[in-house]
């Protein structure tokens, strides 16, 4: 006879008693049964004599599990009440005995969890040494599959919007064909249900569900209904925890307007426009889900607020750059009017950096507005730059886009081998827009990233040589089955002046060479060779592509071919292409990479480290 698993929504529980429970309820159950027993026989001992006690201490044993697949043996040991209770060493005959008892029943019940019905079960105890060994083997006999499965909704999702009904069963994960599991229904009913929550039916839940499961032929018959509700528009926002920062600031970076249909992810995007800002510790945004009040329900944020002193460290490495330390301090609350001033700078081997910045809070639409000034020296390939930059800017930054307008003053001085130090200055108003669109901001698979610049100056505004800077960089991910994935990225700049780079501050010009750049060659070390020095150039070109192929989770490794070049005139530019091997790590803090480069011009090789996204 057919075995049948049933879970439905509480207004329809007591019209469908006719079916049997899953068998995960008889494992609850008789587990919970089991060591209700248990826990009153180990009360016991406590009243007994010492000499008892040395005679329970005989009755410890060992365990082996003999299961395929893999998974099944783990759930098996880490479950089964004779293998969890093998360490104790107190069991009683009569323990042991009951425990060896309740295994084959404890069996079959975790093995239907992970879809099968019909596993045969053999239990051989023997004594090794005054020792008891008990091997459990299991053949958990044909696996369950899925023959059919059904999803339906009902609700407004039907005529409202049917778009939202097709992402609820996109997300549903099991298809015909597929094994059956409990753990698998779970979460492909649960997905499914998140996925139609998403967007508009914030109280949509499960009507109805079950699983048909016939262990004769090992097939399992799966159906689910979805009640979509209402559709949720969102009203005000009602803000709590702000006391040293004006509430204010929470209104200028909200992005949702009153009556918005909800979006789970204009919510995320308000919380990460609010944890963007320099204000906010935490930020936690509540929406109520109640069916009755669907229009305009409020959005609760609480956030917890930075004090208005803050000072910030850190120490790292990259093999680019070597040791480096770096620091900042903040004063949040400038002229009493919640403007943050900070302070930083950072060392390492080869760049010297230090930066003022005032800014004011957050306007409407999320704009800032800020004055900075910074020194920056830089010395590498024998070459030595000593920047000076100062003006204003206006930024925004949302989820997917970032604007930035700036007007900025750069003076900087070129210290190179072959000739005296230079100096060059220029007055350069400036746009740049990035662009994210990836499926993960932190492990992408699959998107692209975009980063423009553009900007200019005229000779005669505190400027030495009329010039137009572009540059470009994007990177695009392209999946590869369900664990692989190629990598391309592109970098193009260009400095267009009647005269020569020498007029140009040195700062807005280009070299290459590194490991977010072209590996195998020396961070940059591309560039217009003069007697050692090797000086930024007018124009910069970069490919990259790589394959990575993941053997978990959180490990993979990546073959690569990285080309490039950087020149002063296009006619003679010479292109340096490399090659390698890597290994990619998905850490708790964000991708690793290591990678190893053979620089096929200067037949050099280069070991490389890099944490995170450079972009």
């Known amino acids: ?10 207004q329809r529980r007591d019209q469908n008693e006719v079916y049997a429970r899953h068998a995960s309820h008889g494992v609850r159950l008789r587990a919970m049964l089991l060591r209700c027993w248990l826990a009153c026989m180990f009360c016991v001992p406590a009243f007994v004599t010492v000499d008892a006690h040395a005679a329970r201490a005989k009755a410890s044993y060992k365990v082996d599990i003999e299961a395929t697949p893999r998974s099944l043996r783990k759930l098996l040991e880490e479950h089964l009440d004779i293998a969890r209770f093998a360490k104790r060493p107190d069991i009683s005959d009569d323990q042991f005995e009951f425990l060896i008892t309740a295994t084959p029943q404890q069996v079959r019940d975790l093995a239907a969890t992970q879809g099968y019905f019909s596993p045969v079960v053999r239990t051989d105890v023997r004594t090794v040494n005054d020792r008891k060994e008990i091997t459990v083997n299991v053949d958990p006999g044909p696996l369950t599959r899925i023959s059919s499965v059904s999803i339906s909704f009902r609700g407004p999702v039907l ?11 996109f997300a549903f994960s099991l298809h015909e064909g597929d094994p059956f599991s409990q753990g698998d229904w779970d979460d492909a009913k649960n997905a499914a249900l998140k996925a139609l929550q998403a967007r508009r039916y914030l109280g949509a839940k499960i009507y109805h569900s079950e699983a048909r499961v016939d262990p004769r032929t090992h097939e399992a018959k799966l159906a689910v209904t979805y009640d979509s509700g209402p559709t949720f528009t969102m009203g005000k926002l009602d803000v709590s925890g702000t006391r040293r920062y004006p509430e204010q600031i929470v209104d200028n970076v909200n992005p949702i307007a009153v009556g918005d249909i909800y979006d789970v992810q204009r919510v995320a995007e308000l919380q990460r426009q609010l944890q963007n800002t320099p204000y906010y510790a935490s930020v936690a945004i509540d929406v109520d889900s109640d069916l009755a009040k669907p229009i305009q329900t409020p959005m609760h944020v609480k956030v917890s607020e930075y004090p208005y002193n803050s000072i910030r460290g850190g120490v790292g490495y990259s093999t680019d750059n070597g040791p480096l330390v770096q620091g900042s301090y903040s004063y949040l609350n400038t002229f009493g009017k919640a403007w943050p001033f900070t302070v930083e700078g950072r060392v390492d081997q080869t760049q010297q950096y230090g930066q003022v910045q005032l800014a004011m809070p957050p306007g409407p639409r999320t704009w800032t507005n800020s004055v900075l000034a910074s020194y920056t020296t830089t010395d590498v390939s024998d070459t030595r730059i ?3 930059r100062a003006g204003v800017q206006r930024a925004r930054t949302s989820q997917f886009i970032d604007y930035n307008y700036s007007i900025l003053y750069y003076q900087d001085r070129l210290d190179q081998n072959a000739i005296s130090p230079t100096t060059s200055r220029a007055l350069v108003p400036s746009w740049s827009w990035t662009r994210r669109h990836t499926d993960d901001p932190l492990f992408p698979r699959k998107g692209n990233l975009i980063h423009v610049e553009a900007g200019f100056a005229v000779k005669g505004a505190l400027t030495d040589q009329t010039f137009i800077r572009s540059y470009a960089r994007g990177q695009q991910y392209l999946p590869i089955g369900k664990e692989d994935l190629v990598l391309l990225r ?36 591309i560039g217009n060779d003069v007697d050692g020095s090797v000086l930024p150039t007018k124009y910069l070109v970069i490919a990259v592509a790589e394959y990575q192929h993941w053997f978990s989770h959180d ?16 006619g003679e530019k010479t292109f340096y292409p490399s090659v390698g091997l890597g290994a990619r790590w998905r850490s708790p803090v964000g991708p690793v990479n290591v990678d190893l480069a053979y620089g096929i011009r200067n037949r050099s090789v280069w070991p490389y480290l890099t944490l995170g996204i450079a972009f």
């Open 490 to 525: 592109a970098e193009l700049g260009g400095v267009f002046t009647s005269g020569s780079s020498s007029g140009v501050p040195a700062s807005l010009l280009f070299r290459a060479g590194g490991s977010n750049s072209v590996r195998g060659y020396g961070y940059q070390s």
């Open 159 to 169: 005529t409202e919007d049917p778009e939202q009904e097709n992402t609820g069963r």
């Open 386 to 388: 000593y920047s000076i």
């Open 1 to 10: 006879m057919a075995g049948w698993a049933n879970e439905q929504s509480r």
């Open 555 to 570: 490990w993979g490794a990546a073959a690569f071919f990285d080309v490039g070049t950087a020149t002063d005139t296009w």
